[in-house]
């Protein structure tokens, strides 16, 4: 996990890369492809940060290089709120219906 400002890491995930804001606990944008969990958790853990701490998660577009974990990560942290601009989760077996409005 790298530091890109006082509050703000960049993790690499290959062919993209997934973003911890920390702010009163963590804040996680993109969850990188299927099957990243593991590799997210274990880059907030060397950083010295808790992945239990993730209050939230937010999608910046469902293309599964960004959204891909995020069914994983909402199973097993719980309350974690998802936030994204489709209509519906990444776990949904429906199709997006088009940017909220």
Same mark, same amino acid.
């Given at each position: 996990? +790298?530091?890109i400002?006082? @509050? !703000? ?6 062919a993209?890369n997934?973003?911890v804001i %920390?702010?009163?606990?963590?804040t !996680?944008?993109d969850t990188?492809v299927?099957g990243?969990t %593991? +590799? !997210?958790?274990?880059?907030? @853990?060397?950083?010295? +940060?808790?992945p239990?701490?993730i209050?939230?998660?937010i !999608?910046t &577009?469902w &293309?599964?290089? &960004? *959204?891909?974990?995020? *069914?994983?990560?909402k199973? @097993?942290?719980g309350p974690?709120?998802? &936030?994204t601009?489709? @209509?519906?989760?990444p776990?949904?077996?429906? %199709?997006p219906s088009?940017?909220?409005t």
């Amino acid at each position: 996990m +790298k530091q890109i400002s006082k @509050r !703000l890491y960049q993790i690499s995930l290959g062919a993209s890369n997934a973003f911890v804001i %920390e702010d009163n606990g963590l804040t !996680l944008v993109d969850t990188g492809v299927p099957g990243s969990t %593991e +590799k !997210l958790f274990a880059a907030i @853990r060397k950083g010295g +940060k808790n992945p239990d701490a993730i209050k939230q998660i937010i !999608l910046t &577009h469902w &293309h599964p290089d &960004h *959204a891909g974990s995020a *069914a994983d990560l909402k199973q @097993r942290l719980g309350p974690a709120c998802m &936030h994204t601009p489709m @209509r519906q989760p990444p776990w949904s077996k429906e %199709e997006p219906s088009g940017p909220a409005t």
